[in-house]
């Protein structure tokens, strides 16, 4: 989604979340499991740096094309001084499916595992994929709704804006 829609939507979440609504605003609380160690997680052990956070899951057609891009772009240097963690959402004990699909995309974000989609509540996330921004405090700066182009000029403010000023 990008262009004037794209921005708007973007907006309508960050006003939303900044309201309250759908729990998304300074210092959002988010836990999830790390799915290399097996420790909880949360957004505050990332405090201090800007953040990426985008929800898939196996049953996902969508992301499949957002997964090749989450890693296209994990490994450009757009990604520099940012925090990708990519965040499952299968309830199910499908841990080999889960694999493959890491396995397939070569993905080397952080990996995360909500089993619970915790995700939905703490971000107002409407379907699976979505794409939150964070800035270093934590707070939401856009959600992006579906396969998000990594490249796109919504997605690239949005990440400038998370940074600060002086850090493009």
């Not at 300074?26 to 799915?35: Q, R």
């Not at 493959?100 to 971000?123: C, M, P, Q, V």
Request: with cysteine; aromatic share 8%.
């Amino acid at each position: 989604m990008t262009g004037r829609w794209g921005r708007w939507l973007a907006t309508v979440a960050v006003v939303a979340a900044a309201a309250g609504c759908g729990g998304g605003s300074d210092g959002v609380s988010y836990p999830a499991t790390d799915m290399a160690s097996g420790d909880k997680m949360s957004l505050a052990t990332l405090a201090g740096t800007p953040v990426v956070l985008t929800s898939w899951a196996t049953w996902c057609a969508e992301c499949d094309e957002l997964l090749a891009g989450l890693q296209a772009f994990t490994v450009s240097s757009e990604s520099e001084g940012v925090e990708v963690v990519a965040v499952n959402l299968d309830a199910a004990d499908n841990t080999a499916e889960i694999d493959a699909k890491i396995a397939d995309h070569g993905l080397s974000a952080t990996l995360w595992r909500d089993r619970r989609n915790e995700f939905r509540a703490a971000f107002g996330a409407l379907g699976v994929p979505t794409s939150v921004v964070l800035d270093r405090d934590g707070t939401v700066v856009a959600l992006f709704p579906g396969a998000v182009d990594f490249t796109g000029e919504d997605f690239t403010e949005a990440l400038a804006e998370a940074r600060g000023p002086g850090d493009a």
